[in-house]
């Protein structure tokens, strides 16, 4: 939490210029929190202070301001300053920040980065979005087959200042092929035998990425395999990049966001809630609340054709038990969606599963639908008299039976067929199996109504 009683103090620094009072607050503390503590601080206050620390700690600091105030410094500060700062940071975090900043000024800065840069910021942005090489960075210590540990050591010790991670080194042939991995340990351990080389210790068989795949797949398989970062390769196996653990939190965040915002029907926000605009809010909310709505003028159409059953002398009474009906539906559907579609995402089924999924559904619901429809007959029993006669008594039972397992089974096949034809199942959120059930729970619940009285 930010102290809002240590701003007016830092801006006083900034106001008095005090260059030793501000290097120490920028070296005093972790990053993160002298990042919190600047939160409040326009573009050029925030540069103001940034400017009197050196230029690792300036780019630690900035990774942890919010993307919003990001943004808007790099925007609005001197164009050559921005520049610096922007060839410093990680290549996949200078993407990122960079796709969100106005393209005129992207246009701009451009010019100003060295070639290196501005050609690895070119070819990191023409991946599509949520691949693999959206997300891989391109720091990453490569080392020849050939070399010796000795020689490795040498390499290492040029490089380790610009990598993001020296854990695993990657080794490649003279046509960067990836050939295996020696980790930091290996290298150490070898350290008594300095003339052998790499491809004598090295491990083959890696866990790899390629350049296309998903996203949260990707993730999935750092998940998996326990690995702090995944090499990406293209069709040939070239050695292209790596993506860190701590990217990977960051894919899973961001999956994990997604579907927390479909699972109410929202549009995922691109940026946080107060620095989304309302007519924004309006969009994401709106285009899903008139699928609902449509959903619910479907419910209404029903009820209006079955009002003549509802009029029937000893009908009336079910009017009471509606909600009840479509409630229990829902609710049983709802959660076999989201079961479901939580084992989709930790690849704990696949959609040829679904025969075995629908027999364990029909099974759960069954016991499931006895014991609340037992809990409908004794409600029914006790509210009314007309439940009382011999087809009366039957009717919620028997209808919350049904509907309690049909509802089931529709929210567990409709997450299957949406990652069948390759949608996010997420998609098929709650609000919609409990549309699809209010629908499909009336008339089952007027039907049996019709038969039994």
């Not at 020689?151 to 490089?159: F, G, S």
């Not at 040939?236 to 479909?262: H, Q, S």
């Not at 027999?359 to 409908?376: K, Y």
């Amino acid at each position: 939490m930010v102290n809002p009683l240590y701003l007016p103090e830092l801006r006083e620094m900034i106001a008095e210029n005090n260059a030793d009072q501000l290097r120490e607050f920028c070296e005093a503390l972790h990053p993160a929190r002298t990042a919190d503590f600047m939160e409040g601080l326009d573009p050029q206050e925030a540069w103001l202070v940034l400017s009197h620390t050196d230029e690792q700690n300036r780019v630690a600091i900035f990774n942890y301001f919010d993307p919003t105030l990001q943004v808007r410094m790099i925007e609005t500060l001197e164009r050559k300053e921005v520049a610096g700062l922007i060839s410093e940071l990680a290549p996949d975090d200078r993407v990122d920040l960079l796709n969100d900043v106005d393209e005129a000024v992207v246009e701009e800065l451009l010019p100003l980065l060295p070639t290196e840069e501005r050609r690895d910021i070119l070819h990191l942005s023409s991946y599509p979005e949520g691949t693999a090489g959206a997300v891989m960075t391109t720091d990453v210590a490569k080392l020849a087959e050939s070399l010796t540990v000795r020689e490795a050591i040498e390499q290492l010790q040029q490089q380790s200042a610009e990598l993001e991670t020296i854990y695993y080194l990657y080794v490649v042939d003279e046509q960067d092929h990836l050939r295996g991995l020696v980790s930091a340990r290996q290298i150490l351990s070898a350290i008594r035998r300095p003339e052998t080389r790499l491809n004598e210790i090295m491990e083959t068989g890696l866990v790899t990425a390629e350049v296309d795949d998903d996203q949260e797949e990707v993730a999935q398989k750092v998940a998996r395999y326990d690995l702090l970062a995944i090499p990406v390769v293209d069709l040939e196996r070239k050695m292209l990049g790596i993506i860190t653990y701590d990217d990977v939190i960051d894919v899973m965040v961001e999956e994990a966001t997604e579907d927390a915002y479909r699972s109410a029907a929202v549009e995922p926000l691109e940026d946080s809630y107060l620095a989304t605009s309302v007519m924004t809010l309006v969009w994401k909310r709106g285009v899903w609340l008139i699928v609902l709505f449509v959903a619910a003028l479907a419910t209404a159409y029903v009820l209006a054709h079955y009002e003549t059953y509802l009029e029937r002398p000893g009908w009336q009474w079910l009017i009471w038990f509606i909600p009840l009906v479509i409630s229990s539906g829902g609710n049983a559907g709802n959660q076999s969606a989201t079961l479901v579609i939580k084992a989709l995402t930790n690849e704990e089924i696949e959609t040829h599963d679904w025969l075995r999924v629908v027999r364990r559904e029909v099974l759960t619901s069954l016991v499931l639908g006895i014991f609340l429809g037992l809990c409908g007959l004794l409600a029914g029993l006790a509210m009314t008299p007309e439940a009382r006669t011999i087809g009366g008594m039957w009717v919620l039972p028997t209808t919350i039976i049904s509907v309690v397992m049909v509802g089931s089974i529709v929210g567990s096949v409709l997450p299957l067929a949406f990652e069948k034809i390759g949608l996010d199942p997420a998609l098929m959120s709650n609000p919609f199996v409990a549309g699809i059930i209010d629908i499909v729970g009336i008339v089952i619940f007027l039907n049996v109504a019709w038969v039994l009285l």
